[in-house]
């Protein structure tokens, strides 16, 4: 099992920024992609962005330059950079991990954390 614990949402005006991280424990043997989704009122669950252990990046349209992911192995933590936000932005924000142990690939999910963008 792996356990994901979000923290650094709050709410924020128009333009401001904020830094989510999100920090792996347990059984985190295996994890390869790790990244963040956004959930807001009556839509989707959204992808924002990902990264690999090797530090490749991707990022939904929506966000390309204004946010950035990172990642540090060592301590197993993954922080999304969030600049000029927007109240579209506005969400839930679930940190998740892909793992995978041999032939079993599995995903885990934060309990999220609120980000509010007021314009």
């Known amino acids: 099992q792996v356990q994901l614990v979000e923290s650094g949402g709050g709410l924020v005006q128009a333009g401001g920024s904020l830094r989510l991280s999100c920090s792996a424990s347990?059984?985190?043997?295996?994890?390869?992609?790790m990244g963040w989704y956004r959930q807001a009122p009556g839509k989707q669950r959204d992808l924002v962005a990902h990264?690999?252990?090797?530090?490749?990046?991707d990022y939904a349209d929506s966000v390309k330059g204004r946010f950035t992911i990172s990642r540090d192995n060592a301590k197993n933590m993954v922080y999304l950079q969030m600049n000029v936000l927007k109240p579209d932005d506005t969400a839930v924000y679930y940190c998740?991990?892909?793992?995978?142990?041999?032939?079993?690939?599995?995903?885990?999910w934060g309990q999220g954390t609120q980000v509010t963008v007021s314009s």
């Open positions: 990264i690999t252990t090797g530090g490749i990046t």
């Open positions: 347990g059984l985190i043997f295996g994890i390869n992609v």
């Open positions: 998740y991990a892909d793992q995978v142990l041999g032939s079993a690939r599995r995903d885990y």
